[in-house]
């Protein structure tokens, strides 16, 4: 086949593939609209609804915790349950999973009411049968349905997980033939015999159902019930028949639940949020594609239409795998498409190189792709340790933002080195052959970056000092180290969005209602996001504070409850939990990345050296997180933060090592001139990438936290410094880091002995 036949034939199967992406982005496939971007799953805080995770525990006959860990089977039936349960509301789209060993999470995305699916989710108690005669209220009185109920527990004659199921209907009444409607109750195991035995013992009596502490029925007993299953009739109507049958499904759940983490998003709030991260997207992506014509030339088409590629495979891949696209996962999309730019920086600097050894441009393209290889994959490898590390770790939006982070590196890396080699080739066979077209690796003077090795540790030392003295100050404050969100604190949230300019009279008005509430002896702490929203931060509170709350913001300052109000709660050991698993989440990130560079380096100092200059970048975020405390609090973001930090700037330290591990190959002989010149040419070389790349992430970022909401601004802030700091340590800190070690700690005992000689 002709070359330039199969150039145009190369060149129209990316441009076919992307104009199939963008019609089954809009449209879909089938009837069904597979595919579509319409269809990709949005999480709570972009489509709102209601979001709650319980606890399970196993509890015993009396209603006392046994300290067993729930088995699989038990939390297979509890989540199988719940799930029915969920089925009774509006949405379609509720999704109930497991997280953890011994936790349920229930999301609700677009529900119309929040306050009301999550007023029905919270009954999540406890399900008893006792004798009526046995309850009292809590003033001492006789109770009627609904009412809260005190007994003794060695008083309960049969508990929920007898029940084997509960169902609504109608029956025809024997003589009158009227319909009515009313509650079959099936009992399992040894529930069937010990209802037998019950009935018949306590025929003429009421036999109560209490459930979640509550009355909900208390039907009369007229005649041993030897089968297992009982019928419920009275003035049932077909609601309130199947609101009973319901109660006593969920209250026959294997375990029982306990509400630690609730939050309601309102649908106009996510909308917001939606909409202007996708706008920084849509700008960034602009941006990056100009950058890279403008400093690649004709490679920078090439990589602009890979990216194109790149968006358009990841809306299939969002659908297609069923992800949930969450706030933090499009700032992972985000991030990545700035990320996807660093492979073919790379690639093209070393085709610019291989021109200016006289190659041709075919042969230059091969030996570029080539030699970049390692560097892309030994990189990229390493920021997926991060994210996976993430993923396993992290929960709810965190997850997210792994998952979306992880699918975007596996895309960046298959679209740099197949579509855009595919590409590069298909312009080559074109004709497209002018050095100029691609541009040639300029000589340059070897910069002396290890000559100042000394200075950089005073640079980087005065970093540690301010942070290791935020730190101090804040302790001797008597406060925490941190301000800490809610994620890592524990209690309540309330935001309302005024859709106007917050004043201090608004805060004022938001705090004394608050007060007024909970009472004017409990804490309150008002801030502002986004400029027109005011959240109210409170100690725990219960359900019906929280909700008298909800409402009383919305009155007080006239929005609308189900829209213009968030809520969220988190219960203190989880936020403590939390703490944990950032800083177990960022120990296990690093200590693998460590073990992944020393088997590809096979040198420990390399692995050494690159870990350190993390430790340095972690340090530089922290400082941000310490020094803007009253801006950036420390939340569940901030593990994504730090894991993509330490992803980041590693991989930037890899371009720089694996470019020194191709400069030692012929070295003669290992002296301190000789390794610092090595690792001065090498550093000189991977420049124009380090910085192109930098650039490309950093304006990503920029545009998130200018666009963004005040959520995804507080995680891009300290992000850009960790960018800027990854770049600072790869180019300064990692290779002086690296030429030490070799100089002084390593196996070279020549380079020691003229070490000694040159002092």
Request: net charge neutral.
């Amino acid at each position: 086949m002709n070359s330039k036949v199969k150039g145009v034939l190369q060149v129209l199967l990316v441009l076919v593939l992307i104009a199939a992406f963008a019609f089954v982005a809009a449209r879909g496939i089938g009837g069904a609209h597979r595919g579509s971007a319409k269809n990709i799953r949005l999480g709570l805080d972009l489509e709102g609804g209601v979001s709650v995770t319980y606890q399970a525990y196993k509890t015993d006959s009396t209603g006392k915790r046994t300290g067993e860990q729930p088995t699989d089977k038990d939390m297979a039936d509890t989540i199988y349950k719940m799930q029915k349960r969920v089925e009774t509301l509006e949405s379609t789209e509720a999704a109930v999973y497991q997280e953890g060993s011994d936790r349920v999470t229930i999301d609700i995305p677009g529900a119309s009411d929040s306050e009301e699916v999550l007023k029905e989710l919270g009954k999540a108690g406890a399900l008893y049968f006792i004798l009526y005669s046995d309850l009292k209220t809590e003033k001492g009185g006789t109770p009627n349905e609904g009412d809260k109920v005190v007994y003794d527990k060695s008083k309960v004659l049969l508990t929920g997980d007898m029940i084997g199921e509960a169902t609504s209907g109608s029956r025809q009444q024997e003589g009158t033939g009227k319909t009515e409607y009313g509650v079959s109750i099936k009992f399992a195991g040894k529930g069937i015999k010990k209802f037998a035995k019950i009935t018949g013992e306590h025929v003429g009596e009421q036999l109560a159902i209490v459930y979640d502490e509550k009355l909900v029925s208390a039907p009369n007993l007229k005649e041993e019930i030897s089968g297992g299953e009982c019928w419920i009739s009275g003035s049932f109507t077909s609601e309130s028949a199947e609101q009973l049958a319901s109660t006593v499904r969920i209250g026959a759940l294997p375990l029982e639940l306990e509400n630690i983490h609730g939050n309601v998003v309102g649908a106009t709030l996510g909308s917001q949020a939606l909409k202007s991260s996708l706008f920084a997207g849509v700008v960034g992506l602009i941006l990056v594609i100009i950058f890279m014509i403008v400093m690649y030339r004709i490679s920078g088409v090439a990589a602009s239409i890979a990216l194109i590629f790149y968006v358009g495979a990841m809306l299939l891949a969002l659908n297609g795998l069923n992800v949930t696209l969450t706030l933090p996962g499009i700032a992972g999309i985000i991030l990545s498409i700035g990320m996807a730019v660093d492979a073919n920086c790379i690639i093209f600097t070393r085709i610019r190189e291989e021109l200016a050894t006289g190659k041709t441009v075919a042969s230059a393209i091969d030996n570029g792709f080539s030699k970049a290889m390692s560097a892309i994959i030994d990189g990229n490898v390493t920021t997926l340790i991060a994210a996976l590390v993430l993923y396993l770790k992290g929960s709810g939006t965190v997850k997210g933002f792994a998952m979306t982070l992880g699918i975007g590196i596996v895309l960046s890396m298959f679209t740099a080195l197949f579509i855009t080699k595919l590409l590069m080739k298909a312009f080559c066979a074109l004709g497209m052959t002018n050095t100029s077209m691609y541009g040639i690796q300029k000589e340059r003077k070897t910069i002396n970056f290890i000559g100042n090795w000394k200075k950089y540790v005073v640079i980087s030392g005065a970093v540690v000092v301010i942070c290791v003295a935020g730190l101090v100050v804040r302790a001797a404050s008597g406060g925490p180290l941190f301000n800490y969100s809610l994620d890592f604190a524990g209690g309540n949230s309330t935001s309302v969005d005024l859709s106007k300019t917050v004043t201090d009279e608004d805060k004022q008005k938001a705090e004394d209602t608050a007060k007024s509430v909970i009472g004017s002896g409990k804490s309150v702490e008002i801030s502002v996001a986004d400029n027109t929203k005011i959240v109210v931060r409170t100690e725990e509170l219960s359900e019906q504070k929280s909700e008298e709350l909800k409402a009383t913001m919305a009155k007080t300052f006239g929005v609308d409850e189900s829209t213009k109000i968030e809520s969220e709660f988190i219960s203190g050991s989880v936020s403590d939990e939390m703490k944990v698993d950032a800083a177990v989440a960022t120990l296990i990130a690093t200590l693998c990345m460590l073990l992944y560079i020393w088997i590809r380096f096979r040198k420990l100092s390399t692995g050494i050296s690159a870990v350190l200059a993390l430790v340095h970048d972690v340090i530089a975020v922290l400082t941000v997180y310490v020094v803007a405390s009253a801006f950036i609090p420390v939340g569940s973001t901030f593990i994504a933060c730090m894991l993509t930090i330490v992803g980041y700037s590693i991989n930037d330290t890899i371009v720089v090592f694996d470019r020194i591990r191709e400069n030692m190959h012929g070295l003669r002989e290992q002296t301190p001139e000789s390794l610092a010149e090595v690792a001065n040419r090498s550093l000189t070389q991977t420049l124009s990438r380090t910085i192109n790349t930098s650039v490309t992430t950093i304006v990503m970022v920029l545009l998130l936290f200018i666009l963004g909401v005040s959520s995804i601004r507080e995680f891009a802030l300290p992000l850009m410094v960790g960018l800027v700091s990854g770049t600072y340590s790869s180019i300064f800190i990692a290779t002086s880091l690296w030429y030490v070690m070799k100089l002084y700690f390593g196996k070279n005992k020549l380079a020691k002995k003229n070490a000694k000689k040159n002092k």
